[in-house]
Protein backbone atom coordinates (compact mmCIF):
# COMPACT_ATOMS: atom_id res chain seq x y z
CA UNK A 1 0.00 0.00 0.00
CA UNK A 2 1.47 3.29 -0.82
CA UNK A 3 2.29 6.14 1.78
CA UNK A 4 -0.07 8.61 -0.04
CA UNK A 5 -3.24 5.87 -0.03
CA UNK A 6 -2.33 5.61 3.84
CA UNK A 7 -1.92 9.61 4.85
CA UNK A 8 -3.91 11.60 2.28
CA UNK A 9 -5.28 10.15 -0.62
CA UNK A 10 -7.97 7.91 -1.25
CA UNK A 11 -9.62 7.08 2.42
CA UNK A 12 -9.11 2.85 2.98
CA UNK A 13 -12.31 0.80 2.61
CA UNK A 14 -15.07 1.97 4.88
CA UNK A 15 -14.31 0.81 8.24
CA UNK A 16 -17.76 -0.83 8.85
CA UNK A 17 -17.85 -2.52 5.34
CA UNK A 18 -14.25 -4.38 5.52
CA UNK A 19 -14.71 -8.04 6.21
CA UNK A 20 -12.50 -7.93 9.33
CA UNK A 21 -15.31 -5.58 10.43
CA UNK A 22 -18.22 -7.53 9.39
CA UNK A 23 -16.66 -10.84 11.49
CA UNK A 24 -16.36 -9.04 14.44
CA UNK A 25 -19.89 -7.86 14.35
CA UNK A 26 -20.88 -11.78 13.68
CA UNK A 27 -18.20 -13.10 16.38
CA UNK A 28 -19.76 -10.40 18.78
CA UNK A 29 -23.02 -12.01 18.98
CA UNK A 30 -21.28 -15.32 19.90
CA UNK A 31 -18.26 -14.27 22.61
CA UNK A 32 -21.01 -11.37 24.03
CA UNK A 33 -22.96 -14.16 25.43
CA UNK A 34 -20.46 -16.05 27.00
CA UNK A 35 -18.85 -15.42 30.65
CA UNK A 36 -15.80 -14.95 31.70
CA UNK A 37 -16.33 -18.07 34.64
CA UNK A 38 -16.82 -19.90 30.84
CA UNK A 39 -14.27 -18.84 29.58
CA UNK A 40 -11.44 -19.44 32.06
CA UNK A 41 -13.10 -22.65 33.22
CA UNK A 42 -12.44 -23.96 29.35
CA UNK A 43 -8.82 -23.13 29.42
CA UNK A 44 -7.36 -23.85 32.68
CA UNK A 45 -3.84 -21.59 30.89
CA UNK A 46 -6.15 -18.81 30.00
CA UNK A 47 -3.95 -16.52 32.63
CA UNK A 48 -1.08 -17.49 31.95
CA UNK A 49 -1.60 -17.26 28.16
CA UNK A 50 -2.96 -14.23 27.67
CA UNK A 51 -0.51 -11.92 28.43
CA UNK A 52 2.73 -10.24 26.95
CA UNK A 53 5.55 -8.36 28.37
CA UNK A 54 7.40 -5.68 27.17
CA UNK A 55 9.77 -2.45 28.59
CA UNK A 56 9.04 -3.81 32.34
CA UNK A 57 5.28 -4.00 32.07
CA UNK A 58 3.51 -7.12 32.10
CA UNK A 59 0.14 -7.06 30.66
CA UNK A 60 -2.30 -10.01 31.47
CA UNK A 61 -5.23 -9.50 29.18
CA UNK A 62 -7.14 -12.82 29.74
CA UNK A 63 -10.13 -11.05 31.98
CA UNK A 64 -11.39 -9.77 28.77
CA UNK A 65 -14.18 -10.81 26.73
CA UNK A 66 -12.36 -12.61 23.96
CA UNK A 67 -11.24 -15.48 22.80
CA UNK A 68 -8.56 -16.33 20.55
CA UNK A 69 -10.82 -16.11 17.36
CA UNK A 70 -11.26 -12.41 18.96
CA UNK A 71 -7.79 -11.63 18.91
CA UNK A 72 -7.22 -13.19 15.26
CA UNK A 73 -10.13 -11.18 14.00
CA UNK A 74 -8.77 -7.87 15.89
CA UNK A 75 -5.64 -8.22 14.47
CA UNK A 76 -7.07 -8.81 11.08
CA UNK A 77 -9.07 -5.90 11.38
CA UNK A 78 -5.18 -3.83 12.14
CA UNK A 79 -4.03 -5.12 9.55
CA UNK A 80 -6.93 -4.24 6.64
CA UNK A 81 -6.32 -0.36 8.85
CA UNK A 82 -2.61 -0.54 7.40
CA UNK A 83 -1.47 0.05 10.91
CA UNK A 84 1.65 -1.74 10.11
CA UNK A 85 2.30 1.25 7.64
CA UNK A 86 0.95 4.02 9.62
CA UNK A 87 2.92 3.25 12.86
CA UNK A 88 5.76 3.05 10.17
CA UNK A 89 4.89 6.43 8.63
CA UNK A 90 4.56 8.06 12.49
CA UNK A 91 8.22 6.53 13.15
CA UNK A 92 9.69 8.30 9.90
CA UNK A 93 8.11 11.45 10.78
CA UNK A 94 5.82 11.47 7.43
CA UNK A 95 2.82 13.96 7.78
CA UNK A 96 0.83 11.87 9.69
CA UNK A 97 -1.49 14.84 10.98
CA UNK A 98 -3.24 15.29 7.58
CA UNK A 99 -5.14 18.25 8.53
CA UNK A 100 -1.93 20.07 9.50
CA UNK A 101 0.44 18.55 7.32
CA UNK A 102 2.75 18.31 10.47
CA UNK A 103 4.53 15.09 11.65
CA UNK A 104 3.82 13.56 15.18
CA UNK A 105 7.07 12.97 16.04
CA UNK A 106 7.28 12.50 19.51
CA UNK A 107 9.15 9.50 19.66
CA UNK A 108 12.09 11.85 18.22
CA UNK A 109 12.45 13.24 21.93
CA UNK A 110 13.43 9.78 23.55
CA UNK A 111 15.14 8.94 20.99
CA UNK A 112 19.01 8.03 22.20
CA UNK A 113 21.68 10.52 21.46
CA UNK A 114 23.55 9.77 18.30
CA UNK A 115 21.04 8.00 16.73
CA UNK A 116 19.50 10.08 13.90
CA UNK A 117 16.02 10.57 12.10
CA UNK A 118 16.60 13.70 9.06
CA UNK A 119 13.11 15.18 8.71
CA UNK A 120 13.03 18.10 5.17
CA UNK A 121 16.69 18.00 5.67
CA UNK A 122 17.04 18.50 9.54
CA UNK A 123 18.44 16.08 12.19
CA UNK A 124 15.89 15.96 14.61
CA UNK A 125 17.46 13.86 17.01
CA UNK A 126 20.31 16.08 17.42
CA UNK A 127 18.15 19.37 18.24
CA UNK A 128 16.08 17.40 20.78
CA UNK A 129 19.78 16.78 22.33
CA UNK A 130 20.93 19.91 22.51
CA UNK A 131 18.34 20.96 23.98
CA UNK A 132 18.01 18.47 26.52
CA UNK A 133 21.78 19.62 27.54
CA UNK A 134 20.50 23.11 27.63
CA UNK A 135 18.22 21.84 30.04
CA UNK A 136 20.29 19.78 31.95
CA UNK A 137 22.55 22.85 32.68
CA UNK A 138 19.42 24.98 34.04
CA UNK A 139 18.14 22.37 36.03
CA UNK A 140 21.25 21.56 37.34
CA UNK A 141 22.39 25.14 38.42
CA UNK A 142 18.67 25.29 39.93
CA UNK A 143 19.42 22.23 41.84
CA UNK A 144 22.68 22.50 43.33
CA UNK A 145 21.62 26.50 44.16
CA UNK A 146 23.77 28.55 41.77
CA UNK A 147 21.38 29.98 40.07
CA UNK A 148 20.28 32.67 42.00
CA UNK A 149 17.34 35.00 42.02
CA UNK A 150 17.75 38.86 41.24
CA UNK A 151 18.06 39.51 45.02
CA UNK A 152 20.99 37.20 45.10
CA UNK A 153 18.84 34.28 47.27
CA UNK A 154 18.36 30.91 46.30
CA UNK A 155 15.80 29.76 44.42
CA UNK A 156 13.30 27.16 46.67
CA UNK A 157 9.71 27.45 44.64
CA UNK A 158 9.32 26.41 40.88
CA UNK A 159 5.47 27.40 39.55
CA UNK A 160 4.84 25.79 36.50
CA UNK A 161 2.56 27.92 34.71
CA UNK A 162 0.50 26.22 31.69
CA UNK A 163 -2.41 24.50 30.46
CA UNK A 164 -3.43 21.31 28.74
CA UNK A 165 -0.35 19.34 27.46
CA UNK A 166 1.77 22.01 29.21
CA UNK A 167 0.25 21.47 32.67
CA UNK A 168 -1.48 17.79 32.79
CA UNK A 169 2.30 16.28 31.60
CA UNK A 170 4.77 17.86 33.86
CA UNK A 171 1.90 17.98 36.69
CA UNK A 172 1.15 14.16 36.65
CA UNK A 173 5.06 13.50 36.59
CA UNK A 174 5.81 15.25 38.64
CA UNK A 175 3.46 14.06 41.11
CA UNK A 176 4.37 10.23 40.35
CA UNK A 177 7.80 10.96 40.25
CA UNK A 178 7.83 12.86 43.47
CA UNK A 179 9.94 10.22 45.27
CA UNK A 180 12.91 10.89 43.25
CA UNK A 181 12.60 15.06 43.80
CA UNK A 182 14.88 16.76 45.59
CA UNK A 183 12.87 17.65 48.62
CA UNK A 184 13.92 21.19 49.45
CA UNK A 185 12.95 22.41 46.18
CA UNK A 186 8.62 23.25 45.73
CA UNK A 187 6.67 22.77 43.11
CA UNK A 188 3.26 24.07 42.03
CA UNK A 189 1.27 23.83 38.73
CA UNK A 190 -1.08 26.42 37.91
CA UNK A 191 -3.18 26.24 35.00
CA UNK A 192 -6.79 27.71 35.26
CA UNK A 193 -7.71 30.62 34.23
CA UNK A 194 -9.27 31.24 37.76
CA UNK A 195 -7.55 33.64 39.75
CA UNK A 196 -7.70 31.95 42.21
CA UNK A 197 -4.91 28.73 41.13
CA UNK A 198 -2.21 31.60 40.83
CA UNK A 199 -3.01 33.17 43.97
CA UNK A 200 -3.36 30.22 46.02
CA UNK A 201 0.04 28.98 44.32
CA UNK A 202 2.05 32.16 45.13
CA UNK A 203 0.06 32.16 48.74
CA UNK A 204 3.49 32.49 50.88
CA UNK A 205 5.73 32.44 48.34
CA UNK A 206 8.58 35.12 48.67
CA UNK A 207 9.23 36.23 45.09
CA UNK A 208 13.02 36.35 45.85
CA UNK A 209 13.02 32.74 46.05
CA UNK A 210 10.91 31.80 43.37
CA UNK A 211 11.04 31.06 39.59
CA UNK A 212 8.52 30.58 36.86
CA UNK A 213 8.74 28.65 33.99
CA UNK A 214 5.60 29.88 31.27
CA UNK A 215 5.15 26.98 29.37
CA UNK A 216 2.64 27.15 26.16
CA UNK A 217 3.86 25.59 22.77
CA UNK A 218 1.80 28.59 21.04
CA UNK A 219 2.72 31.42 23.16
CA UNK A 220 -0.75 32.52 22.55
CA UNK A 221 -3.18 30.58 25.33
CA UNK A 222 -5.55 33.08 26.91
CA UNK A 223 -4.78 31.19 30.08
CA UNK A 224 -1.30 30.28 30.11
CA UNK A 225 -0.42 34.08 29.02
CA UNK A 226 -2.78 35.58 31.35
CA UNK A 227 -1.46 33.79 34.53
CA UNK A 228 2.04 34.86 33.05
CA UNK A 229 1.90 38.26 33.57
CA UNK A 230 0.03 38.57 36.63
CA UNK A 231 3.14 36.05 37.40
CA UNK A 232 5.50 39.10 36.12
CA UNK A 233 3.34 41.71 37.36
CA UNK A 234 3.41 39.84 41.64
CA UNK A 235 6.84 39.03 40.76
CA UNK A 236 8.24 42.34 39.82
CA UNK A 237 6.24 44.67 42.30
CA UNK A 238 7.29 42.34 45.23
CA UNK A 239 11.37 42.69 43.62
CA UNK A 240 10.81 46.49 42.62
CA UNK A 241 12.58 46.25 39.88
CA UNK A 242 11.57 45.10 35.96
CA UNK A 243 14.95 43.43 35.69
CA UNK A 244 14.00 40.39 38.23
CA UNK A 245 12.43 39.12 35.15
CA UNK A 246 15.46 37.71 33.82
CA UNK A 247 16.17 35.87 37.05
CA UNK A 248 12.63 34.89 37.77
CA UNK A 249 10.96 33.45 34.50
CA UNK A 250 11.83 30.93 32.04
CA UNK A 251 9.89 30.09 28.82
CA UNK A 252 9.04 26.78 27.54
CA UNK A 253 7.85 27.13 24.04
CA UNK A 254 8.03 26.53 19.70
CA UNK A 255 7.09 30.86 19.62
CA UNK A 256 10.46 32.50 20.15
CA UNK A 257 9.13 35.89 18.98
CA UNK A 258 6.11 35.57 21.62
CA UNK A 259 8.49 34.89 24.22
CA UNK A 260 10.26 37.91 23.31
CA UNK A 261 7.44 40.05 23.88
CA UNK A 262 6.44 38.37 26.95
CA UNK A 263 9.92 39.68 27.85
CA UNK A 264 11.88 36.28 28.56
CA UNK A 265 15.66 36.23 27.10
CA UNK A 266 16.55 33.59 24.55
CA UNK A 267 18.49 32.34 27.58
CA UNK A 268 16.28 31.22 29.47
CA UNK A 269 13.71 29.95 26.64
CA UNK A 270 13.86 25.94 25.85
CA UNK A 271 12.29 25.72 22.59
CA UNK A 272 10.69 22.51 21.15
CA UNK A 273 9.21 21.92 17.67
CA UNK A 274 5.68 21.99 15.79
CA UNK A 275 5.85 18.02 15.50
CA UNK A 276 5.35 17.60 18.88
CA UNK A 277 2.02 17.34 19.75
CA UNK A 278 0.88 19.47 23.23
CA UNK A 279 -0.10 16.03 24.55
CA UNK A 280 2.72 14.37 23.74
CA UNK A 281 5.14 16.89 24.94
CA UNK A 282 5.89 15.83 28.26
CA UNK A 283 8.76 14.46 27.04
CA UNK A 284 10.36 17.73 25.37
CA UNK A 285 11.06 20.91 27.13
CA UNK A 286 7.27 21.11 28.82
CA UNK A 287 9.12 18.99 31.21
CA UNK A 288 12.05 21.14 32.32
CA UNK A 289 9.98 21.38 35.78
CA UNK A 290 10.02 17.90 35.90
CA UNK A 291 13.62 17.63 34.99
CA UNK A 292 14.51 20.16 37.82
CA UNK A 293 12.64 18.10 40.44
CA UNK A 294 13.87 14.48 39.45
CA UNK A 295 17.77 15.95 38.11
CA UNK A 296 18.59 14.87 34.41
CA UNK A 297 20.05 11.38 34.93
CA UNK A 298 16.40 10.23 36.04
CA UNK A 299 14.59 12.37 33.46
CA UNK A 300 16.96 10.48 31.15
CA UNK A 301 15.45 7.45 32.55
CA UNK A 302 12.30 8.59 32.16
CA UNK A 303 13.07 8.81 28.47
CA UNK A 304 14.39 5.82 28.17
CA UNK A 305 11.71 4.10 29.32
CA UNK A 306 9.52 6.09 26.16
CA UNK A 307 12.17 4.69 23.84
CA UNK A 308 11.82 1.05 25.32
CA UNK A 309 8.29 0.73 24.33
CA UNK A 310 8.84 2.80 21.68
CA UNK A 311 10.80 0.21 20.20
CA UNK A 312 8.56 -2.85 21.14
CA UNK A 313 5.89 -0.83 19.69
CA UNK A 314 7.47 -0.11 16.19
CA UNK A 315 9.10 -3.94 16.37
CA UNK A 316 6.81 -6.50 17.81
CA UNK A 317 4.86 -9.02 16.61
CA UNK A 318 1.02 -7.48 17.10
CA UNK A 319 -0.15 -10.41 18.83
CA UNK A 320 2.32 -9.41 21.38
CA UNK A 321 2.70 -6.16 20.80
CA UNK A 322 1.35 -3.95 24.26
CA UNK A 323 0.08 -1.03 22.66
CA UNK A 324 -1.51 -2.56 20.18
CA UNK A 325 -3.44 -5.34 22.29
CA UNK A 326 -4.59 -2.34 23.82
CA UNK A 327 -5.70 -0.16 21.14
CA UNK A 328 -7.51 -3.14 19.84
CA UNK A 329 -9.25 -4.38 22.94
CA UNK A 330 -10.84 -0.95 23.39
CA UNK A 331 -11.97 -0.65 19.29
CA UNK A 332 -13.52 -4.04 20.87
CA UNK A 333 -15.40 -2.39 23.67
CA UNK A 334 -16.09 0.82 21.66
CA UNK A 335 -17.48 -0.43 18.85
CA UNK A 336 -19.11 -4.06 19.18
CA UNK A 337 -20.03 -3.90 23.28
CA UNK A 338 -20.88 0.04 22.71
CA UNK A 339 -19.04 0.73 26.12
CA UNK A 340 -18.57 4.81 26.48
CA UNK A 341 -16.11 4.72 28.69
CA UNK A 342 -12.83 3.25 30.23
CA UNK A 343 -11.92 3.37 33.57
CA UNK A 344 -7.95 3.80 34.52
CA UNK A 345 -7.51 2.50 38.17
CA UNK A 346 -3.82 2.95 39.31
CA UNK A 347 -3.49 1.93 42.20
CA UNK A 348 -0.82 3.93 43.30
CA UNK A 349 -0.95 7.35 44.94
CA UNK A 350 1.52 8.90 43.50
CA UNK A 351 -0.13 8.48 39.95
CA UNK A 352 -3.09 10.29 41.31
CA UNK A 353 -3.15 12.55 38.26
CA UNK A 354 -2.59 9.60 35.13
CA UNK A 355 -6.46 9.38 35.04
CA UNK A 356 -6.48 13.40 33.65
CA UNK A 357 -3.50 12.92 31.41
CA UNK A 358 -4.99 9.92 29.79
CA UNK A 359 -7.81 12.19 29.18
CA UNK A 360 -6.60 14.58 27.67
CA UNK A 361 -4.02 12.28 25.59
CA UNK A 362 -6.98 10.30 25.05
CA UNK A 363 -10.22 12.02 24.27
CA UNK A 364 -8.36 15.10 22.62
CA UNK A 365 -6.78 12.39 20.40
CA UNK A 366 -9.47 10.10 19.39
CA UNK A 367 -12.33 12.56 20.15
CA UNK A 368 -13.07 13.05 16.44
CA UNK A 369 -16.16 12.46 14.45
CA UNK A 370 -14.77 12.35 11.00
CA UNK A 371 -12.55 10.27 8.75
CA UNK A 372 -9.13 11.49 7.74
CA UNK A 373 -10.57 12.04 4.47
CA UNK A 374 -13.32 14.41 6.16
CA UNK A 375 -16.34 12.02 5.62
CA UNK A 376 -18.84 11.72 8.99
CA UNK A 377 -17.56 8.28 10.80
CA UNK A 378 -21.17 5.61 11.12
CA UNK A 379 -19.02 4.22 13.97
CA UNK A 380 -18.24 5.36 17.50
CA UNK A 381 -14.80 6.78 18.19
CA UNK A 382 -12.94 7.62 21.68
CA UNK A 383 -14.62 6.15 24.92
CA UNK A 384 -14.65 8.13 27.78
CA UNK A 385 -11.80 7.68 29.99
CA UNK A 386 -11.90 8.37 33.62
CA UNK A 387 -10.63 7.31 36.81
CA UNK A 388 -9.01 7.75 40.17
CA UNK A 389 -6.42 6.07 42.41
CA UNK A 390 -7.45 3.08 44.18
CA UNK A 391 -8.28 2.26 46.65
CA UNK A 392 -9.81 5.30 47.14
CA UNK A 393 -12.39 4.69 44.17
CA UNK A 394 -13.13 1.33 45.74
CA UNK A 395 -15.43 3.23 48.57
CA UNK A 396 -16.86 5.84 45.32
CA UNK A 397 -17.86 4.77 42.12
CA UNK A 398 -16.84 0.82 42.06
CA UNK A 399 -20.18 -0.04 42.99
CA UNK A 400 -21.63 1.51 39.71
CA UNK A 401 -18.53 -1.16 38.03
CA UNK A 402 -19.59 -3.99 39.61
CA UNK A 403 -23.57 -3.86 40.08
CA UNK A 404 -24.38 -0.82 37.56
CA UNK A 405 -25.71 -1.03 33.85
CA UNK A 406 -23.15 -0.13 31.99
CA UNK A 407 -20.41 -2.15 30.85
CA UNK A 408 -17.05 -0.11 31.80
CA UNK A 409 -13.71 -1.92 30.75
CA UNK A 410 -11.17 -0.82 33.43
CA UNK A 411 -7.54 -0.98 33.06
CA UNK A 412 -5.39 -1.60 36.66
CA UNK A 413 -2.22 -0.83 36.89
CA UNK A 414 0.22 -1.93 40.16
CA UNK A 415 3.14 -1.99 41.09
CA UNK A 416 4.97 -5.31 42.71
CA UNK A 417 7.26 -2.91 45.13
CA UNK A 418 5.63 0.00 46.70
CA UNK A 419 8.34 2.91 47.42
CA UNK A 420 7.52 2.87 51.15
CA UNK A 421 7.83 -0.52 53.09
CA UNK A 422 6.55 1.07 56.05
CA UNK A 423 3.82 3.53 56.24
CA UNK A 424 5.85 5.34 58.73
CA UNK A 425 9.19 5.00 59.88
CA UNK A 426 8.86 2.49 62.76
CA UNK A 427 5.16 1.63 62.58
CA UNK A 428 4.35 -2.04 62.88
CA UNK A 429 1.69 -2.38 60.39
CA UNK A 430 1.35 -4.95 58.07
CA UNK A 431 3.41 -4.39 54.81
CA UNK A 432 1.02 -1.24 53.52
CA UNK A 433 1.83 -2.37 49.92
CA UNK A 434 0.47 -6.14 50.20
CA UNK A 435 -2.65 -4.67 51.73
CA UNK A 436 -2.89 -2.44 48.31
CA UNK A 437 -1.98 -4.98 46.03
CA UNK A 438 -4.49 -7.19 47.80
CA UNK A 439 -6.76 -4.81 46.99
CA UNK A 440 -5.53 -4.59 43.47
CA UNK A 441 -6.15 -8.30 42.44
CA UNK A 442 -8.75 -8.72 44.48
CA UNK A 443 -10.93 -6.09 42.10
CA UNK A 444 -10.01 -7.96 38.91
CA UNK A 445 -11.48 -11.00 40.48
CA UNK A 446 -14.64 -9.88 41.51
CA UNK A 447 -15.12 -8.05 38.43
CA UNK A 448 -14.77 -11.13 36.23
CA UNK A 449 -16.01 -13.67 38.21
CA UNK A 450 -19.03 -11.96 40.49
CA UNK A 451 -20.90 -14.04 42.85
CA UNK A 452 -23.84 -16.41 41.87
CA UNK A 453 -27.17 -16.49 42.96
CA UNK A 454 -25.83 -19.82 44.66
CA UNK A 455 -23.02 -18.45 46.14
CA UNK A 456 -24.93 -15.93 47.94
CA UNK A 457 -28.04 -18.09 49.48
CA UNK A 458 -25.05 -20.59 50.64
CA UNK A 459 -23.98 -17.68 52.54
CA UNK A 460 -26.89 -17.88 53.92
CA UNK A 461 -28.21 -14.76 53.21
CA UNK A 462 -32.91 -14.43 52.90
CA UNK A 463 -34.61 -15.05 49.50
CA UNK A 464 -35.66 -10.94 49.11
CA UNK A 465 -31.99 -10.05 49.85
CA UNK A 466 -30.33 -12.18 46.92
CA UNK A 467 -30.55 -10.30 43.75
CA UNK A 468 -29.48 -7.45 45.45
CA UNK A 469 -26.11 -9.03 46.64
CA UNK A 470 -25.55 -10.64 43.68
CA UNK A 471 -22.66 -9.61 41.21
CA UNK A 472 -23.12 -11.05 37.54
CA UNK A 473 -19.38 -10.60 36.79
CA UNK A 474 -18.14 -10.53 33.20
CA UNK A 475 -17.06 -7.02 33.70
CA UNK A 476 -13.47 -7.06 31.52
CA UNK A 477 -10.35 -5.38 33.15
CA UNK A 478 -6.84 -5.18 32.04
CA UNK A 479 -3.63 -5.81 34.26
CA UNK A 480 -0.41 -4.00 34.36
CA UNK A 481 2.40 -4.74 36.47
CA UNK A 482 5.66 -3.47 36.92
CA UNK A 483 8.24 -4.23 39.37
CA UNK A 484 8.10 -0.64 40.92
CA UNK A 485 7.42 3.21 40.23
CA UNK A 486 10.46 4.40 38.64
CA UNK A 487 11.15 7.60 36.14
CA UNK A 488 11.57 4.52 33.39
CA UNK A 489 8.59 2.59 34.30
CA UNK A 490 6.51 5.94 33.71
CA UNK A 491 7.86 6.40 30.53
CA UNK A 492 7.34 3.20 29.35
CA UNK A 493 3.43 3.35 31.03
CA UNK A 494 2.79 6.60 29.47
CA UNK A 495 4.35 5.33 26.32
CA UNK A 496 2.24 2.52 25.60
CA UNK A 497 -0.88 4.70 26.40
CA UNK A 498 -0.08 7.08 23.66
CA UNK A 499 0.60 4.24 20.78
CA UNK A 500 -2.52 2.26 22.01
CA UNK A 501 -4.43 5.59 21.45
CA UNK A 502 -2.67 5.99 17.95
CA UNK A 503 -3.86 2.43 17.23
CA UNK A 504 -7.64 3.22 17.99
CA UNK A 505 -6.87 6.56 15.66
CA UNK A 506 -5.87 4.42 12.79
CA UNK A 507 -8.67 1.57 12.89
CA UNK A 508 -10.97 4.74 13.16
CA UNK A 509 -9.13 6.47 10.46
CA UNK A 510 -9.36 9.66 11.89
CA UNK A 511 -6.83 12.11 13.05
CA UNK A 512 -5.76 11.54 16.11
CA UNK A 513 -3.17 14.65 16.28
CA UNK A 514 -5.63 17.86 15.63
CA UNK A 515 -7.89 19.67 17.89
CA UNK A 516 -10.04 21.30 16.15
CA UNK A 517 -12.78 20.97 18.21
CA UNK A 518 -11.41 23.60 21.05
CA UNK A 519 -11.50 26.23 18.70
CA UNK A 520 -14.97 27.43 18.63
CA UNK A 521 -14.67 27.62 22.29
CA UNK A 522 -12.27 29.94 22.50
CA UNK A 523 -13.19 32.46 19.68
CA UNK A 524 -16.68 33.21 21.53
CA UNK A 525 -15.06 33.28 24.99
CA UNK A 526 -13.05 36.08 23.64
CA UNK A 527 -16.01 38.22 21.85
CA UNK A 528 -17.85 37.51 25.07
CA UNK A 529 -14.97 38.80 27.30
CA UNK A 530 -15.04 42.05 25.12
CA UNK A 531 -19.12 42.15 26.00
CA UNK A 532 -18.48 41.45 29.83
CA UNK A 533 -15.66 44.29 29.71
CA UNK A 534 -18.13 47.09 28.39
CA UNK A 535 -18.69 49.82 30.01
CA UNK A 536 -21.60 50.33 27.78
CA UNK A 537 -23.99 47.16 27.99
CA UNK A 538 -23.97 46.69 24.40
CA UNK A 539 -26.99 44.92 22.67
CA UNK A 540 -26.25 40.74 23.19
CA UNK A 541 -26.93 38.99 20.09
CA UNK A 542 -25.99 35.24 21.42
CA UNK A 543 -28.90 32.94 21.78
CA UNK A 544 -32.18 33.64 23.88
CA UNK A 545 -30.40 31.56 26.90
CA UNK A 546 -26.98 33.14 26.86
CA UNK A 547 -28.18 37.00 26.35
CA UNK A 548 -30.60 36.00 29.66
CA UNK A 549 -27.44 34.39 31.72
CA UNK A 550 -25.13 37.23 30.89
CA UNK A 551 -27.73 39.75 31.53
CA UNK A 552 -28.10 38.13 35.17
CA UNK A 553 -24.35 38.00 35.34
CA UNK A 554 -23.65 41.18 34.86
CA UNK A 555 -26.65 42.42 37.58
CA UNK A 556 -25.81 40.69 40.22
CA UNK A 557 -21.76 41.63 39.40
CA UNK A 558 -22.55 45.32 39.87
CA UNK A 559 -25.05 44.28 42.94
O1 LIG B 1 -6.77 24.10 23.47
C1 LIG B 1 -6.21 22.84 23.51
C2 LIG B 1 -4.72 22.93 23.53
O2 LIG B 1 -4.26 23.40 22.31
C3 LIG B 1 -4.06 21.61 23.87
O3 LIG B 1 -3.94 20.78 22.78
C4 LIG B 1 -2.77 22.07 24.45
O4 LIG B 1 -2.13 21.05 25.18
C5 LIG B 1 -3.23 23.22 25.29
O5 LIG B 1 -4.27 23.82 24.53
C6 LIG B 1 -2.19 24.24 25.61
O6 LIG B 1 -1.63 24.80 24.47
P1 LIG B 1 -0.28 25.61 24.54
O7 LIG B 1 0.78 24.70 25.00
O8 LIG B 1 -0.05 26.12 23.14
O9 LIG B 1 -0.48 26.76 25.50
Given at each position: MSRTFLLVGATPPPLTSRRAWKALAEHHRVIGALHLRQLFADDARRGERLNAEAAGWYLD??????NDETLRLLLALGDSSGLRERIDAMFRGDPVNTTEQR?????ALRAPAGTQLRVAGIDVIAEVQTVLGRMAAFADALRGGQ?????GKRIRNIVNIGIGGSDLGPAMAYKALRHYSQRELHFRFVSNLDATALVEATRGLDAAETLFIVCS????TLETLTNGHAARTWCVAQL????AVARHFAAVSTNAEGVARFGIAPAQMFGFWDWVGGRYS?????GLSLMIAIGPEQFRAMLAGFHAMDTHFHSAPFGRNLPVLLGLLAVWYTNF????TQAVLPY?????RLPAYLQQLTMESN???????GMRVNYATSPIVWGEAGTNGQHSFYQLLHQGTALVPCDFIGF???????????????DPHNLLMANFFAQTEALAFGKTAAQVRAEGTADKLVPHRVLEGNRPSNTLLAQQLTPGALGALVALYEHSVFTQGVIWNI?????????LGKALANQTAAELASVHAPALEHDSSTNTLMRRYQRLRQE
Open positions: YSKNRIAALHTWLGYTKTFTGDERVDSAIFNAQDQYLQGKQVTLACQGLHPQALEGSQSDDSFDQWGVE
